[in-house]
């Protein structure tokens, strides 16, 4: 039987009334949006290259041991793929409010935890799609859906092998389900710690980990979410890497901490000494995705010595994990924004003394294609960490570094304020006097 690990079983442990450990991304793509029927056709054809979706977790009775994926017999495609659009004019505040509604509910455990919004009715005649996947569910396949429906060429390409019709497996007994337990037992052993509702295991984290300073960001966050984007040029980020002697993950940290800086300063934070923790979790030479913890010297106004600051540290904590070289990482070509997402959280998950999680993916440095529609942008999201209100995730995509934030609804209301910020702190960035060469 196909049992969740330890890590994915945590996942589901973890949420709670507030928490919902979904990723996903916000895609728009250049219009007009193919028909329902189209996109529903499209995605039902790649499904058997990741037959976990359509699969759910089932859990054993008397909590014998971890759930076990098993074929949803009443999987209904519609379900999980929706239709929708937004009413005119179509911006992108209206389609900020319609991915905030998205994320902020839990997905059904009684189905496989996943949806595709598919929106139409975007000025300009573009369309977006809104993808949301349990950590769960993508953390530690090979594949997750966006990965098979997104294409480097306009035509669809043939998924391939002969078209068969899905039969789910019989869903198993109770019966079945406790033997298969207990014959698994000394293999897939998970710990009682792992299995603890949220309540326990937040009791333990209060009394034994440490904590972050207390900022705006680090509050009892509730159920609902705001979301929020913005695009840079991956040439800036370059600029800035090559003249100050770094790697692009340095610069990223520079200006998310240089925004921080900026929205603490319009909340009437004093930043004078101070400093944040960032999860920035980084690929490692094994293939794992390590967290490593980076200060954040929010404090320091100098764009290029709060870049050498945030340098050095990053430098310190990579050491100890084997990190890649950021040539490794910007060579990669998969597009797995949830998979990717997903061991992100899960290692900044290792850090509860971090304020946020900061994550830097890689992207594929070409266009991609949904059924012949050219991805304009996407936004990652990541989920909220207990008493953290802030996410900030970024991809790399066709020579442009794409931002996503996503918020607690009630602890950032001003959260339309941070692409602004960003904006300020790349400019202020690229505008600073760079050391004079050498020689």
């Known amino acids: 039987m196909d049992r969740l690990s330890s890590v994915d079983s945590s996942f589901l442990s973890e949420e709670g009334w507030a928490t ?71 911006s992108d505040d209206q389609l900020r409010r319609q991915a905030g ?34 950590s769960a569910l993508v953390d530690g396949v090979s594949r997750d859906l966006m990965s098979v429906l997104l294409e480097p060429t306009e035509k669809p390409s043939d998924p391939g092998g002969p078209r068969r019709s899905w039969t789910p497996r019989p869903e198993p007994t109770d019966a079945q389900l406790v033997s298969a337990a207990i014959a698994d037992a000394p293999a897939n052993f998970v710990s009682d710690v792992v299995r603890l509702p949220l309540g326990a295991l937040s009791a333990l984290r209060e009394r034994f980990e440490p904590t972050p300073v207390a900022t705006p960001l680090n509050v009892p966050i509730g159920t609902h979410r705001r979301v929020a984007w913005t695009r840079q040029e991956l040439g800036d980020f370059r600029v800035a890497k090559e003249a100050l002697g770094g790697t692009v993950h340095d610069a990223y940290l520079t200006v998310v901490a240089g925004a921080l800086g900026l929205w603490l300063h319009s909340r009437g934070v004093s930043t004078s000494g101070l400093e944040l923790r960032a999860s920035a979790p980084v690929s490692t030479r094994d293939g794992r995705v390590a967290d490593v913890e980076v200060p954040l010297a929010v404090g320091v106004a100098d764009p290029v010595k709060r870049f050498e600051q945030i340098r050095d540290a990053r430098l310190e904590a990579t050491e100890t994990v084997g990190a890649l070289h950021a040539a ?49 942008w996407l936004a990652p999201m990541g989920f909220l960490a207990e008493r953290r209100a802030l996410v900030i995730a970024a991809i790399s995509y066709d020579g442009h570094l794409d931002f996503g934030f996503l918020a607690d609804y009630d602890a950032m209301p001003d959260i339309d304020r941070l692409p602004e910020f960003l904006d300020q702190a790349v400019t202020e960035l690229l505008d600073q006097p760079r050391p004079a060469a050498s020689g």
């Open 328 to 376: 490794s990482i910007a060579a990669l070509e998969d597009f797995a924004p949830p998979t990717l997402l997903a061991q992100a959280s899960r290692a900044s998950l290792d850090h509860p003394a971090a304020n946020l999680l900061a994550a830097n993916l890689p992207g594929p440095q070409f266009p991609l294609y949904l059924l012949g529609h050219r991805l304009e």
């Open 101 to 134: 509604r998205v994320f902020s509910q839990h997905l059904d455990r009684s189905k496989p935890l996943w949806e595709l919004w598919l929106v139409e009715g975007l000025d300009g005649g573009r369309f977006a799609v809104i993808g949301k996947t349990h």
């Open 20 to 90: 919902h450990t979904h990723v996903g991304a916000v895609m728009v793509f250049e219009g007009p949006p193919p028909a329902p029927e189209d996109f529903l056709a499209h995605v039902e054809s790649r499904l058997d290259l990741v037959p976990r979706y359509r699969q759910r977790p089932v859990r054993p009775p008397f909590g014998l041991a971890a759930d076990a994926w098993v074929d949803d017999p009443r999987f209904n495609l519609e379900y999980h793929v929706r239709i929708t659009a937004l009413p005119p004019p179509g």
